[in-house]
């Protein structure tokens, strides 16, 4: 190999491999409340909210987590709708479905309102949500690439309820696989 065929392949390699480490900690990361959901004690109508925040270490570099949060009319808790993979590697369900907060941080990552939908004529649209993501096919399954991955749920989600009116972003890898 030549001096400057080496030196690149010494820059990628530093490169690859300074993605691969990360100054935080999964297990200390936030997973606090991003202040973005309407307070749901406070909040008496229906609401539909769909977050999307970058993935956990190097991946975050051009890949998104997504998931749903939805509270029906009345409800003072919101129930968060999701895929995580380690799920899969401990052989349970890769699909959450759960009371949780409906906007915190991705490991750290702030998340960002990707739609939302509020008022009359959303519990409908909740129940829509539910039973797809009850339906969801690939229930015991992940793979961060090509997918089924979580933007691949949320996709699937979207393409059962296209009153949603969700379009993903292209930093949500794995979308796709459903078409």
Not at 16 to 36: H, N
Not at 79 to 107: A, C, E, M, N, S
Request: charge should be neutral; aromatic fraction near 14%.
């Amino acid at each position: 190999m030549n001096i400057k065929r080496q030196a690149t392949f010494l820059l990628l390699n530093v490169l690859l491999f300074s993605g691969c480490m990360s100054d935080g900690d999964w297990r200390t990361a936030s997973r606090d409340s991003a202040g973005i959901a309407p307070d749901p004690a406070t909040t008496p109508e229906a609401v539909v909210q769909i977050y999307g925040a970058d993935a956990w270490g190097w991946r975050g570099w051009f890949a998104i987590h997504t998931w749903i949060a939805a509270k029906r009319t009345g409800e003072t808790a919101y129930t968060v709708y999701d895929v995580v993979g380690w799920r899969h590697y401990r052989g349970k369900p890769v699909i959450r479905v759960f009371q949780d907060l409906p906007d915190r941080h991705w490991y750290g990552a702030e998340p960002q309102l990707l739609q939302q939908h509020r008022g009359p004529g959303v519990d409908a649209l909740i129940d829509a949500v539910d039973k797809a993501a009850r339906n969801y096919p690939w229930k015991m399954t992940y793979k961060a690439f090509p997918g089924p991955n979580s933007n691949t749920f949320t996709a699937w989600i979207a393409k059962q309820v296209p009153e949603l009116e969700l379009d993903l972003p292209f930093s949500a890898i794995g979308s796709g696989y459903v078409d």
